[in-house]
């Protein structure tokens, strides 16, 4: 007969991660291939001393950086108690990021790094919970801005770019649409998203082009062919109002291309307050099923 357990409720953290993603295929393990999840985990499970699970707010490409990136994993009581310091305290949070820094360091040469970490309600979900998602694309156009030391998060561009027309044309794409035109589309995912801000601009200090995104949520390689789009028509390969024509087509074909991943950096994912975290993560499943 089953009963009641008399387990105590894990502990449910969320980390704020960054990371180097030259050295990992994407974040999401793979089969033999690094990822930055398999580095988390491994670290957390020995630390933890069992098997441990993240969620993650959104899951990057092969060669993708993070500035800002969150995940949340359960911590049962009795893992919960080897984070106890030597004078008996109990500062979880601080000597979770102290361990995990010191094993990552080791193990991935300082390309993943968690800036923080802190308990969080039962009904955090750092996927659901989430209200925007926020990235940058950067581009050197023009082999006079090219730097070499900014080679693995820059884009060179043979051509230098109209910014103006890009922007023009980054307008028409912000708001509530189905991106299936830009999206490599999952089975039963819906590929409706609101883009809540897209703005192109040249950079004064440094001559760069940064493309700003933030959506509610983005889908697979939405913002890798959004900023293709924007760069055919910043050079003149497509006419003025063919990203906007583009996404009515509603079709994933050979016009919708990719830029590499290494330029993207996901900046950072914001959330509601704690107290209403659970009813957001609700919302998202119920909202994400219905389209």
């Known amino acids: 007969m089953g009963g009641v357990s008399s387990e105590p409720a894990p502990t449910r953290f969320a980390l704020t991660l960054a990371y180097d993603g030259g050295p990992f295929h994407g974040w999401a393990r793979q089969s033999q291939l690094g990822s930055v999840q398999q580095s988390l985990e491994e670290a957390l499970e020995l630390i933890l001393r069992m098997p441990t699970r993240t969620v993650v707010a959104g899951r990057t490409d092969t060669g993708v950086h993070a500035r800002g990136q969150v995940v949340h994993l359960d911590i ?101 649409h189905d991106f299936l035109s830009y999206c490599k589309p999952r089975q039963g995912a819906t590929t409706i998203r609101e883009l809540q801000e897209l703005l192109v ?16 949520a983005f889908c697979h390689h939405m913002v890798r062919s959004i900023v293709g789009a924007l760069i055919s028509v ?43 975290a659970g009813e957001r993560a609700q919302a998202t499943r119920v909202r994400r099923k219905v389209q």
């Open 76 to 176: 049962t009581e009795q893992a919960l108690s080897r984070l106890v310091t030597r004078d008996g305290g109990l500062d979880a949070e601080a000597t979770l990021v102290r361990r995990l820094n010191s094993i990552l360091n080791a193990s991935t040469s300082g390309a993943v790094l968690v800036r923080e970490a802190r308990v969080v309600p039962p009904g955090f979900d750092a996927r659901f919970s989430a209200l925007w998602r926020s990235y940058t694309y950067t581009i050197a156009d023009g082999m006079d801005r090219w730097d070499p030391l900014r080679r693995g998060d820059t884009l060179f561009h043979p051509r230098e770019l109209d910014v103006e027309a890009m922007q023009q044309e980054a307008a028409a794409l912000v708001g509530l």
């Open 201 to 216: 601009q040249r950079h004064e200090e440094d001559g760069l082009i940064r493309v700003h995104l933030r959506a509610d």
């Open 234 to 276: 910043g050079e003149a390969k497509r006419e003025p109002g063919w990203a906007h024509a583009r996404l009515q087509e509603r079709v994933r074909d050979a016009k919708t291309t990719m830029v590499a991943g290494h330029a993207l950096v996901l900046e950072a994912v914001g959330y509601p307050e704690d107290h209403t």
